[in-house]
């Protein structure tokens, strides 16, 4: 009897222990209800057709929410109006943003803006790896670095270069290669509000050099208008192999940024989670890893509790050289 009584108890215990753990998980889904129960807004702070807005329609042409995803272009003063906008949206899980951790960072250390949006906005998950590139447009005849340095010291304040933005991770990029090889003061910078408007300048010839993310040249690259020169990582990029990398020119700087899905502060973790589930089930269509990695970049998903470490690595790379 004792036997049996102590089976009883054992019993007993796993079965409140499986109606608890039930219980917790039908929680959080009573919790979430029959949210989003309408559109789901999605901003990006750039021109369309630009990195961030081509991953933004990406997922929102195979993302499986219960409600459409509608994108909202808010270009202007190199993301910061698109960033405030979204900064001030309410944190209902109704409005998201599709920015990348890099400028993320930079807006508050190059001093373009008090708020310290890293430390705010709540990552969802990033979807895809992009690298800044360094491309020369076919008018110039340059075949790579070497080609751009000989020009601006044979005639310097000729050789014109364009960046997204002054204080951007593309303008920290190019002052570090100019300073690598000194030429700084003999090139001619040229900054744009974004990557649409540069590559736009490269293909008309207005600059003969033009650095942003792979992504905004992918144009240019495809037709054989833009030379790449220079991918600023460690090591080269899976969806442009032949392109050499920054640290074996012996250049001390590289940048990975990731395009990434984020939630107003305040935002409820149900809510989170919940698009967390969904743009991690993107992975699993092969339809949509082809649409993404076809704009050349790399489909790599990290979820939220990644994104902490990302961003932190991200200010660690930025910070010196923003330090007075």
């Known amino acids: 009897m004792k036997k049996i009584g102590i089976f009883a108890v054992l019993v007993l215990c796993l079965a409140s222990m499986a109606f608890a753990a039930g219980g917790a998980q039908q929680g959080s889904v009573d919790e979430l209800g029959n949210f989003p129960a309408r559109p789901i807004q999605v901003i990006t702070p750039s021109a369309a057709g630009g990195g961030n807005d081509a991953v933004a ?10 409600q459409p995803l509608a994108v909202l272009n808010v270009p202007g003063a190199n993301n910061l ?28 250390l190059s001093g373009r803006s008090d708020v310290e949006f890293y430390k705010e906005f709540e990552p969802i998950a990033a979807l895809v790896a992009d690298h800044t590139l360094f491309a020369a447009g076919r008018a110039s005849g340059f075949r790579s670095i070497d080609d751009l340095v000989a020009a601006a010291r044979a005639r310097p304040g000729t050789v014109r270069i364009g960046t997204v933005g002054v204080r951007s991770n593309t303008d920290t990029a190019i002052r570090a290669t100019m300073n690598h090889y000194g030429i700084w003061d003999l090139i001619t910078h040229v900054p744009y509000d974004n990557g649409t408007q540069g590559a736009t300048a490269l293909l008309g010839n207005h600059v003969e050099a033009f650095c942003a993310s792979i992504m905004d040249m992918r144009g240019g690259l495809d037709s054989g208008d833009f030379t790449p020169m220079m991918i600023f990582s460690r090591e080269r990029s899976r969806a442009m192999p032949h392109i050499p990398t920054s640290r074996e020119l012996g250049i001390p700087y590289s940048n990975m940024s990731r395009r990434t899905f984020f939630a107003p502060a305040g935002t409820p973790e149900v809510r989170i989670r919940y698009f967390e589930a969904e743009l991690r089930a993107l992975f699993d269509n092969p339809e949509f890893i082809s649409d993404i990695e076809g704009l050349g970049v790399e489909a790599d998903f990290r979820g939220r509790d990644d994104m902490e470490a990302l961003i932190s690595d991200s200010y660690q790379t930025f910070a010196p050289f923003f330090r007075d």
């Open 57 to 66: 329609r990406t997922v929102q042409k195979h993302i499986q929410t219960r």
């Open 81 to 108: 109006l698109g960033a405030m906008q979204f900064h001030n949206s309410p944190a209902d899980g109704y409005t998201l943003l599709a920015w990348e951790t890099t400028p993320l960072v930079l807006m508050h």
